[in-house]
């Protein structure tokens, strides 16, 4: 996958046998100043254009995107709940929503960059993973750890179906970095064999 933005890095895996990558990574950076706008130019609407022709290219093709993107988004929902959906969906389309797992997190602060971000999971159908699947679920750990305060900022997405193929997931720890590494585990396998 490659990108018109030097914030978004894409990897794409193939197998041997099939002629579209079998897993899309992307990998983000949301800068601070980028983190409140709301225009054509900046990295969440770059990177929702190129997401939707990429998987209108390659709809087979399973997408997970990860990075720092400078977003604080508390618990609040990332997906159309019921309540919004009764403005914007006919009922026939209510069948739809997301039922998935609740999301958890240490951080409890939504901010304006949280807002847009959560807006834009709900356009691209991306589900944070973050504090909804196994070591994470119930409680989301701190992913900016500094002397100034800790907060989520940094997330791993995918469309709720791919959760299945995701083995594990946790925030690690490390002193390096303010940031701490998000750790994941894609069964590839097991891709390629539901792509078949």
Same mark, same amino acid.
Do not use: M
């Given at each position: 996958m490659s990108s018109s933005s030097d914030n978004i890095f894409g990897l794409s895996f193939y197998n041997d046998t099939d002629k579209f990558p079998v897993i899309v990574l992307a990998v983000? &950076?949301?800068? +601070? #100043?980028?983190? #409140?706008?709301? @225009?054509? @130019? *900046? $990295? %969440? #609407? /770059?990177?929702?254009?190129? %997401?939707g022709r990429f998987v209108g290219?390659?709809?087979?093709? !399973? =997408? =997970?995107?990860c990075? #720092?993107?400078?977003? !604080? $988004?508390?618990?609040?929902? @990332? &997906?159309v709940n019921e309540k919004d959906a009764n403005f914007v969906f006919p009922a026939d389309v209510m069948s739809d929503l997301f039922t998935g797992p609740k999301r958890s997190s240490s951080d409890k602060i939504l901010n304006t960059a949280g807002r847009r971000f959560l807006e834009? *999971?709900? $356009? $691209?159908?991306?589900? /944070?993973?973050?504090?909804? +699947?196994?070591?994470e679920m119930g409680s989301s750990n701190f992913t900016y750890v500094s002397d100034t305060g800790c907060s989520v900022i940094d997330y791993l997405l995918t469309p709720a179906c791919n959760f299945t193929f995701i083995n594990q997931f946790y925030i690690d720890t490390r002193v390096e970095s303010d940031h701490q590494p998000l750790v994941f585990d894609i069964m590839f396998s097991s891709i390629t064999e539901y792509c078949k």
């Open positions: 983000v &950076y949301n800068p +601070l #100043d980028e983190s #409140d706008k709301i @225009d054509s @130019d *900046c $990295t %969440l #609407d /770059i990177l929702e254009r190129e %997401l290219k390659f709809p087979e093709s !399973r =997408f =997970f995107v990075g #720092d993107f400078n977003a !604080r $988004t508390a618990e609040e929902p @990332d &997906y834009f *999971c709900k $356009t $691209t159908e991306l589900k /944070i993973v973050n504090g909804r +699947l196994f070591k």
